[in-house]
């Protein structure tokens, strides 16, 4: 959990009621926050690498977290990957690289889904037409990235209210559960994640691994998984035997066939080196795991409504390919 330390967003957008119902979402989750807007991709940058600043105080911003808006009209890019240019460009720069970038857009399109995880996205959020549903998602999102993802370092809602949202997505007949492969070599721990997502119809935890080089035959189709369901999310713990998630990450990063699957990793270190190696090794988010079953419950759900509802994932086949 992020607690209440600061907290500053970068939000890349020139929608003003975007930028106005982010910044009204974050500030209810009652973390310490402070939230920037720039209008484009060209003004990020030039406040990220220190040549402008945002800031009241004239200080360059130092972000933990940025938003970025692929529907800029100043951007002036025919396509959402085109547009996908200031992303990579990010992901290029050693010292920007270890900043999660949530693209949020307009478009649901799976081929943008897609160009954006290549691009180095933490997730891929896609804008509803609807102002109330709008609204609702952006507090979702917020929420997620406030109190379950950590962050790295920067220069509730209620049970019954969670109740009521997922019994709302399970019964949308356009949310389909979320296949996800849990990499732990901890029994207990796989055990208390079980027992946590048991009655949340959204994510389907289709298999578990006890080490990185059993997680990687499965999702690559290799003997004995051949047939194996290919998951859409990856739930990676840090020290394994054999390989450790971080070389597990690097291993799907450099494979083509993997390089797309969004990975969480979910681990008891809390180690602010941690959380840059692993967004800057092209993790998607960084869970801490709780000591108590009622609090891996509350990011159990939290989670689920994130990567189901809110974050767009791409596509898992139903068997792993060779």
């Known amino acids: 959990m992020v607690g209440a330390r600061q907290v500053e967003i970068l939000l890349v957008s020139d929608c003003d009621n975007d930028v106005d119902s982010l910044r009204s979402s974050f500030d209810r989750t009652r973390v310490s926050n402070t939230v920037h807007a720039v209008p484009d991709g060209a003004a990020a940058l030039a406040v990220l690498r220190g040549k402008a600043s945002s800031r009241h105080d004239g200080l360059p911003v130092s972000p933990s977290l940025i938003l970025l808006d692929l529907n800029c009209p100043a951007a002036h890019q025919p396509t959402v990957a085109a547009e996908l240019e200031l992303l990579s460009e990010l992901k290029s720069d050693p010292v920007l690289r270890s900043i999660p970038v949530i693209v949020v857009t307009a478009s649901s399109d799976q081929a943008d889904v897609l160009n954006a995880y290549s691009s180095g996205a933490c997730s891929f959020v896609s804008k509803p037409d609807c102002p109330e549903k709008r609204r609702q998602l952006f507090e979702q999102l917020a929420d997620y990235w406030a109190h379950v993802s950590q ?36 029994e207990d721990d796989i055990l208390l994640l079980k027992e946590a997502f048991a009655d949340c119809s959204l994510i389907d935890l289709v298999a578990t691994a006890e080490d990185g080089e059993t997680a990687l035959r499965y999702m690559r189709g290799q003997t004995p998984f051949a047939d194996a369901q290919r998951p859409a999310i ?31 990793m ?22 801490s795991k709780p000591v108590n079953f009622d609090r891996m419950r509350q990011i159990a759900r939290r989670f689920a409504l994130y990567w189901t509802t809110v974050a767009h994932t791409p596509p898992a086949t139903a068997a792993v390919s060779h």
Request: aromatic share 4%.
């Open 234 to 264: 990856v739930l990676l713990d840090i020290n394994m035997p054999r390989m450790n998630g971080f070389e597990v990450l690097a291993e799907m990063r450099s494979d083509i066939r993997l390089a797309q699957t969004p990975v969480i």
């Open 266 to 287: 979910l681990t008891t270190s809390k180690q602010e080196s941690d959380i840059l190696r692993a967004y800057t090794d092209g993790a998607c988010s960084f869970i």
């Open 151 to 186: 962050l790295p370092r920067s220069g509730s809602n209620s049970d019954d209210l969670f109740e009521s949202i997922i019994e709302a997505a399970t019964s949308d007949a356009g949310v389909e559960p979320v296949p996800v492969l849990v990499v732990d070599d901890s």
